[in-house]
């Protein structure tokens, strides 16, 4: 038999404080139940019908409300046949000819029910009934084509009701396969920088060079950032400069005093944030591309202003030798739809070649 001590006993009571904070989550549970709705509608339209034949005809016979009561069970069996028998089963099938069979037949069969116990209240109860009371065609008919309109009425509820759900549905939808597509992107680029970034650590630990720990130091940053930044929506600007810093660190290890880097920012840097690894790709593009098979003295130069709430980001480098044109890499690739996922039209991407010099320019707002 298990036991369970005091202490534990203590642990799991509930305080005041715990009690109050239950009650609006009990009447937040209350509330998603359909049924409260459907119980509010039908004393709505109950009170309705009340209100109208109080101010038409001045009925003040309280027997007469009571029994006026009794005929809500009849108009909500004509509905709910039609909402959840008829609907489903026909109309959405596209069944148009057996729903609209079905749909007279039940308003017929309802308009006849009530009016047998409009001749039985006339017997046995208010005299203001029997005036509407009988099995004649325009007795009938007129019942019929009241319940006609409730019908109607409540029919355009629920497709209105199902529109909105099928909305939010879709936008459900179509934000998981936009996460799932932005977290796919994002993995595309985990690899590409590892196999870069461990070339330079092995060069290095090939030359026993005092840089190697360096190196692994700022590649544990780096991994760090990856792991446990990139997977929130935005982070701040400053922890994605550290990280394009500390890439640019790495990179200015392997290529030494051939490579300048020019990087100036401006404005309110630490008060914005912005989605993660998108800089980077721009960055690590201009080194595989101007920077990997040229030979000469390269100079980078890169510009970070935040201005408005916008961030503008430009990024130039030399084009290197013997790069083809129609492979630039999956980077610019997953940066554009990156963007057009995040931002949709609210963006400017414009990359430019002129005069063997690789351009690109940056403008998206920032949070």
């Not at 290890?253 to 020019?262: A, D, K, P, S």
């Not at 989605?275 to 100079?299: A, D, T, Y």
């Not at 690739?333 to 995040?342: G, T, W």
């Amino acid at each position: 038999m298990k036991t369970v001590s005091l202490k534990t006993l203590q642990s799991t009571s509930f305080t005041p404080s715990q009690q109050s904070d239950e009650k609006p989550a009990r009447l937040s549970v209350l509330f998603e139940n359909k049924w409260i709705y459907h119980l509010a509608f039908w004393i709505l339209y109950y009170l309705f019908i009340c209100a109208a034949f109080y101010t038409s005809y001045d009925i003040s016979d309280l027997t007469f409300y009571i029994q006026l009561s009794t005929f809500m069970p009849i108009s909500a069996a004509l509905v709910y046949i039609n909402i959840y028998l008829l609907i489903p089963r026909l109309l959405t099938r596209k069944k148009y000819f057996y729903y609209a069979v079905f749909l007279i037949l039940a308003i017929l069969a309802m308009a006849y029910a009530e009016q047998l116990l409009k001749i039985l209240y006339s017997k046995h109860g208010t005299t203001l009934i029997s005036y509407t009371a009988g099995l004649g065609f325009k007795r009938v008919f007129s019942e019929t084509v009241g319940l006609f309109y409730l019908t109607g009425f409540t029919t355009g509820i629920k497709f209105a009701k199902d529109w909105i759900q099928n909305q939010q549905l879709m936008k459900e939808k179509e934000k998981q396969y936009l996460e799932t597509e932005l977290n796919f992107l994002k993995t595309q680029i985990h690899p590409h920088f590892f196999f870069n970034t461990l070339n330079n650590l092995y060069s290095l630990t090939l030359k026993k060079s005092d840089q190697a720990p360096e190196v692994v130091l700022k590649l544990s940053s780096l991994m760090s950032y990856m792991l446990y930044e990139s997977n929130a929506s935005k982070v701040s600007l400053t922890k994605e400069i550290n990280y394009l810093q500390n890439y640019l660190d790495l990179e200015k290890l392997r290529f030494g005093q051939r490579l300048t880097v020019l990087f100036e920012m401006e404005g309110p840097i630490d008060e914005v944030s912005i989605p993660p690894m998108i800089l980077i790709l721009f960055v690590e593009n201009s080194f595989k591309h101007g920077v990997k098979n040229n030979i000469h003295s390269i100079v980078i130069e890169i510009s970070l202003k935040v201005e408005g709430g916008v961030l503008f980001f430009s990024i130039k480098n030399p084009i290197g030798e013997n790069v083809s044109k129609e492979n630039t890499g999956i980077g610019l690739k997953n940066a554009r739809r990156r963007l057009e996922l995040l931002f949709g039209n609210n963006h400017q991407l414009d990359i430019t070649e002129k005069d063997n010099e690789f351009m690109v320019f940056l403008k998206m707002p920032v949070s």
